[in-house]
């Protein structure tokens, strides 16, 4: 009989662990369906709206989804008045075309004045391809920390230049750099 009662002993064991396994696969599925409840709970509710006069506050948290639906907006906004002054810049100045002085002076001055259009014109491409590179960091949830630190880069610098890459103290070492580099 010593026998039989060892067998059933194992037996039992085996039923133990298997119960537990069960036990941890039902815990893991029933997590993932808390995950996936969470997530369409969260897609329900839509995308957060903020009013036109809505300004981020240091009181909340930083880089909240206020504070980022803020920034894109604002980006957004900055980057269609920049198109549509670059659109109007290049219009108006290839009308001028038509107008060639026989004087050398008002030659000489109509280029140094397209010149300079253009040279403002390719500074707004430049400032339009970083507001781009900031709409992909607010996606990417990357926006409003140093790419360098990591650190927050404020809530005031951002309001001030929304395409900040980089806390001051990080930005101020960036030109250092470059100028040293520029005197090699």
């Not at 909340?60 to 980006?75: G, I, P």
């Not at 009308?95 to 002085?101: G, M």
């Not at 397209?114 to 590179?133: F, G, H, P, T, Y």
Request: with cysteine.
């Amino acid at each position: 009989m010593a026998k039989t009662s060892k067998v059933k002993k194992k037996v039992v064991k085996a039923k133990n662990k298997t119960a537990s396994k069960n036990k941890t696969k039902t815990a893991a599925k029933t997590s993932t369906v808390k995950t996936t409840v969470a997530k369409t709970k969260e897609t329900i509710k839509g995308p957060i709206k903020i009013s036109k006069t809505y300004i981020p506050k240091d009181t909340e948290k930083y880089m909240c989804e206020k504070h980022k639906v803020f920034f894109r907006m604002k980006l957004q906004e900055w980057k269609k008045d920049l198109v549509k002054a670059n659109n109007e810049a290049l219009y108006n100045g290839s009308l001028d075309d038509n107008s060639i002085s026989a004087d050398i002076v008002d030659q000489a001055s109509s280029y140094t004045d397209k010149n300079v259009e253009m040279k403002a014109i390719n500074r707004q491409i430049k400032l339009i391809s970083e507001i781009d590179k900031a709409l992909a960091r607010i996606r990417e949830d990357t926006y409003g920390y140093c790419l360098d630190t990591a650190e927050p880069i404020g809530l005031k610098r951002l309001m001030a230049r929304p395409v900040a890459k980089y806390t001051i103290a990080a930005q101020e070492k960036h030109e250092k750099d470059e100028k040293v580099h520029a005197d090699d």
